[in-house]
């Protein structure tokens, strides 16, 4: 009962003992090794998404009905296009529907109910996630390529997270709540000093992981998310502490900025500008709307899936085509290469994979759930359960991840479906605590 004990119990809902010790003891493992251990952690994954929804139908009384009619929805929606696919073209269809290709996107629930409505006890999940990540690269990386030294040397290091563009969103996300956390962990108090170092050691590791990564989207994402939050940041300290004040911050932090990307930039500017200048021409064409004749290069190879991915959905507007949407696009489109084909399996984009597979009913029931979180995270924050930095990290992260998302379907792959849950989950919890408070106040 160690992990119990130590636990806080937050918003005090209850369920037994040791299912308590079940779900916290698989959250925190499916936290900490799921990116060093892979399949490994799969077992916990399992559990915890059982130990919790279990929990969450039985005791979530007052509070369970939305996040669960929305679950009903996107099962639904599975159900219906898998159906319509079996009537139209079985020739293409799983012989059962594959419901958990979304509904994995609902652990969520379960690593909220576990959190136990606790600010505390997700602060510590957040630091576990990121402390499994920063061992992975530095420990678990392939020893010959791919790794710190690869990265640094100029050319792109993936630390064998699948592929470089799945590190460099990890950095991402990363760096986005060392900033949003940065107040919280650099305040003063006990080991102020300790703290200040490891959150700048930390800081500078996410930005070399993201320039080593050298993905465009996250480069773009972080850039707009950073940027809208520090707009955001800015009005409240003008309207709290005065024009002065905030020139002060962002002066400090523009400096310290400046010098991390001089830095940077003496040791791989080279690579970096190839990079970004490499498929130029093939983005202006895009840009100028000359979309025939695109070559399949890295960018080109996405805008040609893209317009195949609109054919398709033309014809199934509504159902789709299947859990096997994204691969028929690339497989059975004639113009597509067959090299290209072969290669790559999906679209570079999760929402359009998603209207490919499941049609606008689909589209809809994600939106639908991505609504409920924005609110959620809200009321949340407005009624005063959550405190200030996690909302601005909720808000800065969701446009990160909206961005990121455009270019590269990481909430399909077990990546983004991980950040996914461990993130909304730590929201959703400051939510469901506001409600039981509701609650009880109504029952007593």
Same mark, same amino acid.
């Given at each position: 009962?160690?992990?119990?004990?130590?636990?806080?119990?937050?918003?005090?809902?209850?369920?037994?003992? &040791?299912?308590?010790?079940?779900?916290?003891?698989?959250?925190?493992?499916?936290?900490?090794?799921?990116?060093?251990?892979?399949?490994?952690?799969?077992?916990?994954?399992?559990?915890?998404?059982?130990?919790?929804?279990?929990?969450?139908?039985?005791?979530?009384?007052?509070?369970?009905?939305?996040?669960?009619?929305?679950?009903?929805?996107?099962?639904?929606?599975?159900?219906?296009?898998?159906?319509?696919?079996?009537?139209?073209?079985?020739?293409?269809?799983?012989?059962?529907?594959? #419901?958990?290709?979304?509904?994995?996107?609902?652990?969520?629930?379960?690593?909220?109910?576990?959190?136990?409505?606790?600010?505390?006890?997700?602060?510590?999940?957040?630091?576990?996630?990121?402390?499994?990540?920063? #061992?992975?690269?530095?420990?678990?990386?392939?020893?010959?390529?791919?790794?710190?030294?690869?990265?640094?040397?100029?050319?792109?290091?993936?630390?064998?997270?699948?592929?470089?563009?799945?590190?460099?969103?990890?950095?991402?996300?990363?760096?986005?709540?060392?900033?949003?956390?940065?107040?919280?962990?650099?305040?003063?108090?006990?080991?102020?000093?300790?703290?200040?170092?490891?959150?700048?050691?930390?800081?500078?590791?996410?930005?070399?992981?993201?320039?080593?990564?050298?993905?465009?989207?996250?480069?773009?994402?972080?850039?707009?998310?950073?940027?809208?939050?520090?707009?955001?940041?800015?009005?409240?300290?003008?309207?709290?502490?005065?024009?002065?004040?905030?020139?002060?911050?962002?002066?400090?932090?523009?400096?310290?900025?400046?010098?991390?990307?001089?830095?940077?930039?003496?040791?791989?500017?080279?690579?970096?500008?190839?990079?970004?200048?490499?498929?130029?021409?093939?983005?202006?064409?895009?840009?100028?709307?000359?979309?025939?004749?695109?070559?399949?290069?890295?960018?080109?190879?996405?805008?040609?899936?893209?317009?195949?991915?609109?054919?398709?959905?033309?014809?199934?507007?509504?159902?789709?085509?299947?859990?096997?949407?994204?691969?028929?696009?690339?497989?059975?489109?004639?113009?597509?290469?067959?090299?290209?084909?072969?290669?790559?399996?999906?679209?570079?984009?999760?929402?359009?994979?998603?209207?490919?597979?499941?049609?606008?009913?689909?589209?809809?029931?994600?939106?639908?759930?991505?609504?409920?979180?924005?609110?959620?995270?809200?009321?949340?924050?407005?009624?005063?359960?959550?405190?200030?930095?996690?909302?601005?990290?909720?808000?800065?992260?969701?446009?990160?991840?909206?961005?990121?998302?455009?270019?590269?379907?990481?909430?399909?792959?077990?990546?983004?479906?991980?950040?996914?849950?461990?993130?909304?989950?730590?929201?959703?919890?400051?939510? &469901?605590?506001?409600?039981?408070?509701?609650?009880?106040?109504?029952?007593?």
């Amino acid at each position: 009962m160690m992990v119990t004990n130590k636990w806080d119990e937050g918003a005090g809902w209850k369920s037994p003992g &040791w299912l308590l010790l079940i779900g916290v003891a698989s959250l925190m493992v499916y936290t900490f090794f799921n990116i060093p251990a892979g399949d490994i952690a799969k077992p916990a994954e399992t559990l915890l998404a059982f130990s919790g929804l279990v929990a969450f139908c039985i005791w979530g009384k007052g509070f369970r009905l939305p996040v669960l009619l929305l679950l009903g929805a996107v099962v639904a929606v599975q159900l219906i296009s898998w159906w319509a696919g079996l009537s139209h073209h079985p020739q293409w269809m799983d012989s059962s529907p594959r #419901l958990a290709l979304l509904a994995k996107l609902f652990i969520f629930i379960s690593v909220a109910w576990w959190l136990r409505g606790s600010t505390r006890n997700t602060l510590l999940l957040w630091g576990v996630a990121a402390t499994g990540f920063l #061992l992975t690269t530095f420990f678990l990386a392939p020893p010959n390529d791919e790794n710190w030294i690869t990265g640094l040397s100029g050319e792109r290091a993936d630390f064998g997270i699948r592929n470089a563009q799945h590190s460099a969103m990890f950095f991402g996300t990363l760096l986005l709540g060392l900033v949003a956390f940065s107040k919280r962990i650099c305040q003063p108090g006990s080991r102020q000093g300790v703290r200040i170092t490891l959150w700048g050691m930390a800081l500078i590791i996410a930005l070399a992981g993201i320039v080593v990564g050298q993905t465009r989207a996250v480069w773009i994402g972080t850039i707009v998310s950073l940027g809208l939050g520090l707009s955001v940041w800015g009005g409240f300290v003008v309207m709290r502490r005065g024009v002065r004040q905030f020139l002060k911050y962002l002066s400090m932090f523009l400096a310290a900025l400046a010098l991390l990307m001089v830095v940077f930039g003496l040791g791989l500017g080279d690579s970096l500008e190839k990079r970004v200048n490499k498929e130029s021409d093939v983005i202006t064409q895009v840009l100028k709307g000359e979309l025939t004749q695109i070559p399949y290069t890295s960018v080109g190879i996405r805008v040609n899936s893209w317009i195949a991915a609109s054919e398709w959905i033309a014809e199934r507007p509504l159902t789709g085509w299947g859990a096997k949407g994204k691969s028929l696009v690339m497989r059975e489109t004639a113009w597509i290469p067959e090299k290209v084909a072969k290669k790559y399996g999906h679209l570079h984009n999760f929402f359009m994979e998603t209207w490919v597979a499941y049609g606008l009913l689909g589209v809809l029931a994600i939106a639908a759930l991505m609504i409920w979180i924005g609110r959620a995270t809200w009321l949340a924050w407005r009624v005063g359960v959550m405190p200030s930095d996690m909302a601005f990290f909720g808000m800065i992260f969701f446009v990160f991840w909206m961005i990121i998302n455009q270019f590269e379907s990481y909430e399909s792959m077990w990546t983004g479906l991980y950040i996914h849950n461990i993130v909304v989950g730590g929201l959703v919890t400051h939510y &469901w605590r506001w409600r039981h408070e509701q609650q009880k106040q109504i029952e007593h």
